[in-house]
């Protein structure tokens, strides 16, 4: 038998798309640095009460769009309006497959004129790369593979990350350069040690920060100087532990699973990508498993990208997503668990084996795309991702999508928490019992402050 080449080869293979991603082989994403540096729990309530430095530099794929048609080109995959779009401005970029159903989102970077940059997990890159090579846009992509893939191969730039209400203090002193641009979402520049360096401003836990990056030749003076500037105010260094919990005390999903699995329009794209690469290997986990893939793709109200959505463009997906617009959506939230249940998965790991499924600390998701079923009265009524322990929340928490008429701050569900039949073939699941955890539905981001000032940054 001949060996699969592609993406399509190895679904025709398999047989079932749904069922090849529930048994794949790998696990829930990696972050490519230490687990921790001083200990998890410190280091995630470092980015709400003091100041923490997260290294970005390994996990993203990076992906150049150059050329004079570079904006028209993510103009016609995102569902995003580029009209004031430009050099030294951020967009995060969300990309529909034809039929409306969301393939990823990441974050756009305008490097120049002819030039932008786009930063986030590999699927949305491999999109734009695509059709950027089928389309008649005069554009070139250039990628920087994120180090799992690539380990041999030095990254083209470091990436930091300075968070926390004590993150401008800290950066106002090691800068050597003119003002800091704090403006929400909006690019500047800063001088450490010599080097200058590109800045992002957004923020994690309510208080302003700066996303930081420059050459990697450059990473190591620059990293050094915060770390001894930092010191001074009791900066801690985020670890791959604490990283994994950010994105849920955030509000952002990460890692819906590519609507790309079917269709005859996308079957192209399926050809196009590789057998071994990410959407090949990636894996589904939890209590949602249905026989169809499809049941998995999430349109962007779900994940409350439906404010974004702008019809002053033609992009791919337009006409579905216009008809979808007065259709009923589920909405996001965050759940938090119920204290009694959480400890009843804790007690059923010191009984009878098999137990509880294990909820990991501080992450316990096992896929790389967590997708658990969310139940009123034992009917499904939505869907929950990544369940994490929040050591600033003192809870455990996830965000899920639900039904509109319950997502009412107070409203009770439950999470049906582990895999049918004692679980799938996937090596990072042990053998379980189902069971359902009781959950209150909350606001996102869960944290008051992180809501109500995160994008009036100024």
């Not at 209400?165 to 090691?174: G, M, Q, Y």
């Not at 962007?300 to 404010?307: A, K």
Request: hydrophobic share 40%.
């Amino acid at each position: 038998m001949l060996a699969s080449k592609s993406l399509e080869d190895r679904i025709a293979e398999y047989g079932n798309p749904s069922h090849m991603l529930q048994n794949a082989r790998t696990g829930p994403y990696q972050f490519p640095i230490p687990p921790q540096y001083t200990n998890w729990m410190e280091e995630v309530r470092a980015w709400r009460e003091g100041a923490v430095l997260l290294n970005q530099s390994y996990h993203m794929t990076d992906l150049y769009v150059r050329g004079p048609d570079a904006l028209k080109l993510l103009s016609h995959v995102g569902v995003n309006s580029f009209a004031s779009f430009g050099p030294g401005k951020a967009k995060q970029l969300v990309c529909v497959n034809p039929d409306g159903y969301v393939i990823g989102d990441g974050i756009v970077f305008g490097m120049g004129p002819e030039e932008y940059l786009y930063v986030g997990r590999p699927p949305l890159a491999n999109w734009i790369a695509y059709n950027a090579e089928v389309s008649d846009f005069d554009v070139s992509t250039e990628y920087d593979i994120r180090s799992l893939e690539n380990p041999d191969t030095p990254r083209k730039l470091y990436r930091y990350e300075v968070q926390g209400p004590k993150a401008l203090d800290i950066l106002n002193e090691v800068n050597e350069g003119g003002p800091l641009v704090t403006k929400f979402f909006n690019m500047g520049e800063i001088t450490i040690a010599g080097c200058t360096a590109g800045t992002l401003s957004h923020g994690m836990g309510g208080a302003q920060g700066l996303e930081i990056w420059g050459p990697s030749a450059e990473g190591e003076r620059v990293y050094d100087r915060l770390m001894e500037v930092g010191a001074r105010y009791g900066m801690l260094r985020a670890g791959a532990r604490a990283y994994s919990t950010a994105a849920m005390e955030s509000g952002w999903i990460p890692s819906p699973l590519p609507a790309i699995y079917t269709g005859a329009e996308m079957q192209g794209y399926r050809q196009w990508l590789p057998a071994n690469g990410f959407e090949a290997t990636t894996a589904v986990g939890g209590s949602f498993q249905p026989d169809h893939v499809e049941a998995f793709y999430l349109t962007p109200w779900d994940l409350d990208y439906g404010r974004v959505v702008k019809f002053d463009h033609d992009f791919i997906g337009r006409a579905a997503l216009e008809k979808m617009v007065d259709d009923p959506h589920r909405v996001k939230v965050t759940l938090v668990f119920d204290r009694e249940d959480v400890l009843k998965v804790f007690d059923g790991l010191m009984g009878p084996f098999p137990g509880p499924k294990l909820l990991e600390m501080p992450a316990g998701h096992y896929a790389a795309h967590p997708y658990d079923q969310v139940l009123l009265d034992g009917v499904p009524v939505g869907l929950s991702t990544y369940p994490v322990y929040s050591a600033n929340e003192r809870a455990w928490i996830t965000l899920a999508m639900v039904r509109a008429d319950l997502a009412v701050t107070g409203t009770r569900l439950s999470i049906l928490w582990g895999e049918k039949d004692g679980g799938t073939d996937k090596p990072h699941v042990e053998e379980h019992v189902q069971m359902e955890i009781g959950a209150e539905v909350q606001p996102w981001p869960i944290h008051a402050a992180s809501r109500e000032s995160y994008r009036s940054q100024s």
